[in-house]
Structure formats: C-alpha cells, structure tokens
T-cell receptor, first 109, second 117 residues
Framework: GQNIDQPTEMTATEGAIVQINCTYQ??????LFWYQQHAGEAPTFLSY??LDGLEEKGRFSSFLSRSKGYSYLLLKELQMKDSASYLC??????????WGAGTKLIIKP | GAVVSQHPSWVICKSGTSVKIECRSL??????MFWYRQFPKQSLMLMAT?????????EQGVEKDKFLINHASLTLSTLTVTSAHPEDSSFYIC?????????????FGPGTRLTVT
C-alpha cells in the first residue's frame, strides 16, 4: 500500500530552527510537495522536490532523498506566524497526490 | 501566481437540502480539478478527481450520487452535496492543476465550510 509518515506534532521556539521529517512508500514517484495549512484555511504551496538534494527558498528549505524515501522541511528563524500544520504529499505514478496526515507545528515565544 | 476561488466561503443549510459549491481557476486553465474534504484535526481526504469534459473519478467510499461533480469548462468545477445531512458538515476544498507540461502543482481554493443543521 501507499504510505506517508510524518510526526503528528512538534514544538519549537521563536527564532530557532525546526526540521519536519517525512518518509514515504508509494507506487511510483513524480515528486514530493510540502504545503502549509493554517487552522481553518486551505493549504498553500511551499515547495516541490523531484530530484535529490536541497531546495532553498528564503527561510524554508526542503530536502529529498529518493533512495531512502525521505524528505524534510527545514524552517529557520521561526516566527509565530509559522505556527501551522505542514503537509507532506507525494505524487505517485498516476500523478495523484498521496497526502500525509500533517505535522502540527507549535511555536512558543 | 495561479489563483483558485471557491464560492461560497461558508454555508449553513438544513438537513435534506442540496448545496452547490463552485471552484474557479481565475488566471489559468485547469485540466484537472480535485475535491477534498477535511474534518477537524484530520488530514485532507480526496473525494474525487475531475477532468474537463469527462465524468469525475470518485475515491472509494465516496457516493457519486450524493456528491455530484461537474467540470463543464477549463475554469469551473462544481460540487453539489445532495440531500445533505449533519454528518456531511465539513470543510470542502478544491484544487486545480494546469496543463503546462512538467508543472504538477495543485493550487488550492480557500475552502468552503459547510454546516448542516
């Protein structure tokens, strides 16, 4: 079966760095997405990785290792507004997104 | 960037009535649109995938006669919840994907919160 695993909840301090991990097992792979979702709102796109390595975009970076079925989202210089759920999703061989359950990130002052 | 709108943002209806939710891609042509449902503190659940001009493909466990999807044009898809019941109360989110080769990003609408009383 297809499976996406990510921690349910993480807590970090304002100004610090946090890494959210995602492991996956899917039928085929056409890329991995990270989305941010604030409570009561729809997800917003953060990053897309299809090749191995690190993609940096401002305070957010995303890493992918296809051989290990592993990705992480790295958030630097955390701000209170970063408190949200972070969703990992993998596009399978049919170009359908398989979603993880999301990681709720709590930022403390 | 690509913009997807949904209407209405929220709706309250009585049990037994039908509700239509519209999803529009405002600045691009969406060959594929997706309808999701999300219950509180749970992840997104894909309900169906629709391609313009063809019938929607429903996920297992989703009643196609209850959740009617129409993708009549490249910029509009509608979801109609027929004979709504309180258990249908949820956050319904659509997303759209364009047809530019190599671009598989899904752009999400803001969501519609449905409450059935």
């Amino acid at each position: 079966g297809q499976n996406i695993d990510q921690p349910t909840e993480m807590t970090a301090t304002e100004g610090a760095i946090v890494q959210i991990n995602c492991t996956y097992q899917t039928s085929g792979f056409n890329g991995l997405f990270w989305y941010q979702q604030h409570a009561g709102e729809a997800p917003t796109f953060l990053s897309y990785n299809v090749l191995d390595g690190l993609e940096e975009k401002g305070r957010f970076s995303s890493f992918l290792s296809r051989s290990k079925g592993y990705s992480y989202l790295l958030l630097k210089e955390l701000q209170m507004k970063d408190s949200a759920s972070y969703l990992c999703a993998v596009m399978d061989s049919n170009y359908q997104l398989i979603w993880g359950a999301g990681t709720k990130l709590i930022i403390k002052p | 960037g690509a913009v997807v709108s949904q209407h209405p943002s929220w709706v309250i209806c009585k049990s037994g009535t039908s509700v239509k939710i519209e999803c529009r891609s405002l600045d691009f042509q969406a060959t594929t649109m997706f309808w999701y449902r999300q219950f509180p503190k749970q992840s997104l659940m894909l309900m169906a995938t629709s391609n313009e001009g063809s019938k929607a493909t429903y996920e297992q466990g989703v009643e196609k006669d209850k959740f009617l999807i129409n993708h009549a044009s490249l910029t509009l898809s509608t979801l109609t919840v027929t004979s709504a019941h309180p258990e249908d109360s949820s956050f319904y989110i659509c997303s759209a994907r364009g047809h530019r080769e190599g671009n598989y990003e899904q752009y999400f609408g803001p969501g519609t919160r449905l409450t059935v009383t």
